[in-house]
């Protein structure tokens, strides 16, 4: 079974740090791209980073406003992504779930896998 692990949400204050995981388990053929978006309280699941690897597509998009403070990157395997979050911002807070569209044997059709989301708080 296809499960996405999240880590490293918790409280910091304004203009402070924090690194959020999301690792891929179980069997899969291949991803096609991974990423975090975030749903502050009252608003729509809005998209924050992804990465896209897909065939001839690959590359990383980013919400406007994380443009310059936040960076999306997976590692070797690409079975983990990470959100490195600098510069945060009071309106950064809410909860960022992990997304993978996922091939899971090959010739399937690619399906959205969630995570279970962590709180991030950027309060003084």
């Known amino acids: 079974q296809v499960q996405l692990v999240e880590s490293g949400g918790g409280l910091v204050q304004p203009g402070g740090s924090l690194r959020l995981s999301c690792a891929v388990s179980?069997?899969?053929?291949?991803?096609?791209?991974m990423g975090w978006y975030r749903q502050a309280p009252g608003k729509q699941r809005e998209l924050v980073a992804r990465?896209?690897?897909?065939?001839?597509?690959?590359?990383?998009d980013y919400a406007d406003s994380v443009k310059g403070r936040f960076t999306i990157s997976r590692d070797n395997a690409k079975t983990t992504v990470y959100l490195q979050m600098n510069s945060l911002k009071p309106e950064d807070t809410a909860i960022y779930y992990c997304?993978?569209?996922?091939?899971?044997?090959?010739?399937?059709?690619?399906?959205?896998?969630w995570g279970q989301g962590t709180q991030v708080t950027v309060s003084s």
């Open positions: 990465i896209i690897s897909s065939g001839r597509m690959s590359g990383a």
């Open positions: 179980g069997s899969i053929f291949s991803i096609n791209a």
């Open positions: 997304n993978a569209l996922i091939r899971v044997v090959e010739g399937a059709i690619p399906t959205d896998y």
